[in-house]
């Protein structure tokens, strides 16, 4: 008998502040998924990154956010109207899934409730 280890290729997320839809809604939930070489090469051909190259991060969450509550088709214009909390957001997830494998987990003391984050895989660690 084998084992199979599934490869996660998305994340669900919840935006802290959420992106108003024109119904009025508030879109929260979406799903990301990892980037490819493409998701990070080609945004570099587009002019808009090359008269202003922190737009990138644009183009890039644009190619890899697949979902933001009921939007589906995530174009540049959406990741545009995001909050700047919910662009950061966006951003430090996207470097955490993409990263360079290590692991970062929200945690809280069960006794004093200090919340804190653990950090596993980091360069040196036994």
Known sequence: MSATTEFQTEVEFALPRGLPGPDGALHREG????????????????????????????????????????????TPKVIENLYASDLAYLQTLYQDLNGDGRVVA??????CEHAFEVRFGEVGEA
Request: glycine share 4%; net charge positive.
């Open 106 to 111: 929200q945690a809280e003391c069960p006794k």
């Open 31 to 74: 799903v990301m998924r990892l980037a490819t070489a493409a998701d990070e090469i080609l945004p570099l051909r587009d002019p808009r990154v090359q008269s202003n190259p922190a737009y990138l991060s644009v183009i890039v969450l644009s190619r890899v956010v697949r979902r933001i509550g009921g939007i589906s088709d995530v």
